[in-house]
């Protein structure tokens, strides 16, 4: 009882931010939910039930329109409606923190979505599983016909890797094969496998990663993406002999100072295990091999610039920075521009 009662609390408390707080939904616009959509519907979001109804009957209509435009031959069109079909499921099961029955059903409509999407790709698609503690690692695979690279994307803590389609779609359009894997703590390894999170396993988690991605992709060059917590991880699997760059937008620091929102700290204490207090890497001591390209938001108010200048000055091998003055945290609204750079930078020799 007390766990449910924590539970709805934190749903509460996270309903109450994405009315209140116009920026909540910078992260899920750029990740691509139509803003006409959230327009309609954001204004009910006042219990977990009209969230849930509001994004099942969207997704519900993404899905039609996504098989009449299969039976019409417009496969590209109606991949990209199973897409963001498979998003709308997929923030149904963002808003429920703890792992429950009710949380999984929405996972699998969300994956079952993305699954139909693939299926009508140009881009091949390869599911994949490693294993962490006995626990499986659930991973997807987007491979171009003439990949040039690969990129391993490292997705913030608090996102799956499904949420993240439109960092594949541009990158393997630029022939760059993708890796994507769900760490501890994140969709389906964490919902459907069970594996918490603690920064040790994230550790594991990322060597796991690149060494897969080499023994599938061992005549490529492996380069790594990610953004917030993401790119801190980014920026320690920058270490990996077997990588040969690495970019990191807003990387989080676990010495920063300031205060969470209680929402996303009670969502991750639904995610980490009890002994952890957090999971993000420590940039001391690492032993930077590798080029590493680090972009900073001037209005970021989780990651300072005391902090980002200082980790860029440490870093003692080929750097790059940039960054923008308009920008909050993860740069939302220049995403298409920073992976567009992305590309430009990793294939720079």
């Given at each position: 009882?007390?766990?449910?009662?924590?539970?709805?609390?934190t749903i509460?408390?996270?309903?109450?931010t994405?009315?209140?707080?116009?920026?909540?939904?910078?992260?899920?616009?750029a990740?691509?939910v139509?803003?006409d959509?959230?327009?309609?519907?954001?204004?009910s979001?006042?219990?977990?039930?009209?969230?849930?109804?509001?994004?099942?009957?969207?997704?519900?209509?993404?899905?039609?329109?996504?098989?009449?435009?299969?039976?019409?031959?417009?496969?590209?069109?109606?991949?990209?409606?199973?897409?963001?079909?498979?998003?709308y499921?997929?923030?149904?099961?963002?808003l429920?923190?703890?792992?429950?029955?009710?949380k999984?059903?929405?996972?699998?409509?969300?994956?079952?979505?993305?699954?139909k999407?693939?299926?009508?790709?140009?881009?091949?698609?390869?599911?994949?599983?490693?294993?962490?503690?006995?626990?499986?690692?659930?991973?997807?695979?987007?491979?171009?016909s003439?990949?040039v690279?690969v990129?391993?994307?490292?997705?913030?803590?608090?996102?799956?890797?499904?949420?993240?389609?439109?960092?594949?779609?541009?990158?393997?359009?630029?022939?760059?094969?993708?890796?994507?894997?769900?760490?501890?703590?994140?969709?389906?390894?964490?919902?459907?496998?069970?594996?918490?999170?603690?920064?040790?396993?994230?550790?594991t988690?990322?060597?796991?990663?690149?060494?897969?991605?080499d023994?599938?992709?061992?005549?490529?060059p492996?380069?790594?993406f990610g953004?917030s917590?993401?790119?801190s991880?980014?920026?320690?699997?920058?270490?990996?002999p077997?990588v040969?760059?690495?970019?990191?937008?807003s990387?989080?620091?676990?010495?920063?100072t300031?205060?969470?929102?209680?929402?996303?700290v009670?969502?991750?204490?639904?995610?980490?295990?009890p002994?952890?207090?957090?999971?993000?890497?420590?940039?001391?001591?690492?032993d930077?091999?590798?080029?590493?390209?680090?972009?900073?938001?001037?209005?970021?108010?989780?990651?300072?610039?005391?902090?980002?200048?200082?980790?860029?000055?440490?870093?003692?091998?080929?750097k790059?920075f940039?960054?923008?003055e308009?920008?909050?945290?993860?740069?939302?609204?220049?995403l298409?521009?920073?992976?567009?750079?992305?590309?430009?930078?990793?294939?720079q020799?």
């Amino acid at each position: 009882m007390n766990t449910r009662r924590q539970t709805m609390s934190t749903i509460d408390k996270t309903l109450l931010t994405v009315n209140l707080i116009d920026g909540f939904w910078d992260r899920w616009l750029a990740h691509g939910v139509d803003k006409d959509d959230l327009v309609k519907i954001r204004s009910s979001f006042l219990t977990k039930e009209t969230w849930i109804k509001g994004w099942e009957k969207l997704a519900n209509q993404k899905v039609l329109e996504a098989e009449k435009l299969k039976q019409q031959k417009n496969y590209t069109e109606a991949e990209l409606k199973f897409r963001i079909a498979g998003l709308y499921y997929n923030l149904i099961q963002w808003l429920i923190p703890e792992r429950t029955e009710e949380k999984i059903n929405w996972l699998i409509h969300s994956l079952n979505a993305f699954q139909k999407a693939d299926s009508l790709s140009e881009i091949r698609t390869r599911y994949a599983q490693i294993t962490i503690d006995h626990y499986p690692i659930f991973g997807r695979i987007r491979i171009p016909s003439q990949p040039v690279g690969v990129i391993v994307i490292i997705n913030p803590i608090d996102s799956t890797k499904e949420e993240l389609f439109t960092y594949e779609k541009d990158f393997v359009e630029k022939n760059f094969a993708t890796v994507s894997f769900d760490g501890p703590g994140q969709g389906a390894s964490f919902t459907i496998g069970g594996c918490k999170a603690t920064k040790e396993k994230w550790k594991t988690f990322i060597h796991e990663v690149i060494n897969y991605t080499d023994s599938h992709f061992s005549n490529l060059p492996i380069y790594l993406f990610g953004t917030s917590s993401g790119a801190s991880w980014s920026i320690y699997g920058s270490c990996h002999p077997k990588v040969s760059k690495a970019l990191a937008v807003s990387p989080a620091f676990p010495n920063e100072t300031i205060k969470l929102p209680d929402y996303f700290v009670e969502r991750l204490q639904a995610i980490l295990n009890p002994d952890s207090d957090h999971i993000l890497p420590s940039f001391d001591h690492l032993d930077f091999r590798n080029p590493i390209m680090l972009v900073h938001g001037k209005r970021d108010v989780m990651v300072s610039d005391q902090n980002i200048y200082q980790l860029y000055e440490q870093l003692p091998v080929e750097k790059c920075f940039k960054e923008y003055e308009e920008e909050g945290h993860c740069c939302n609204y220049k995403l298409p521009e920073i992976r567009e750079l992305a590309v430009s930078w990793f294939q720079q020799t």
